[in-house]
């Protein structure tokens, strides 16, 4: 069985169609938008239909790191299947046509593509939240230290930190952000390695100003809350394990 780490080192060498020194954004995007998905659908199948909440996601992302770029889905989401991350599953009798196809359109692949698949083993260490944590900083440094073809990335994103999955997250940063603005800088969802552990710890969001460094912790939670080692006391009788 693979290990994450594996698998990174798979990902570090894909074909993202490279001319000479540059590459492609596309196939690293789709990666991402999948691990979207999968922090907000918890139980999600490993079955990525060519649907709305794909696309969108796809479309965040590729926003978020190149918003003056058009990317198209259907690129990667056809040509990842050529690594063993990635797997198309046909429509019954329409392998034929799908073979005979040289290029895909996003008519082409709802016509002939039932649904994706990550590799197996790929799937189920994505379902782990620290194994998609590692992958989402890996793809991030990859995204922001890399010269794409035809492709700039947006200055703001040059950074080593992920995206929150999480509306309220977003809406709680924006409104910290917002109330102090020119009082400090911010790096919102950072990752950090404890080498103690080897693992990534999550920051939600960190403050810095003139003479203090702020890491705060943001909960969608209601009631009455009473922080206690290694466990959050609600409503005096309701513990939720702080991670």
Known sequence: ???IEEFIS???ELRTNKRGEKSSPHKLLLLLAVCNMLEKEENMENKFLFDDFLLSEFKVISKKYFSDSEIYIEYPYYHLASSILWDHQ???GLENRYKSY????????KETIGYSCLNVELYRLLKDKKNRNRLILVLDKILTSTNFQGYTINKKDKSSFAFSAFRY???AIDSIKNALLGYAEFL???YLFDPSTHQ???CDLIAISVDRIAVIELKHWAGDIEIRPNQWKINNFNYRVDA
Request: hydrophobic share 40%; glycine share 0%; no cysteine.
């Open 102 to 109: 040289k290029r895909f359109t996003p008519k082409r692949i």
């Open 188 to 190: 919102p969802n950072f």
């Open 1 to 3: 069985m693979k290990t």
């Open 10 to 12: 798979v990902i570090k």
């Open 169 to 171: 997250e977003r809406l």
């Open 90 to 92: 046909l429509k019954v």
């Open 200 to 202: 990534y710890l999550e």
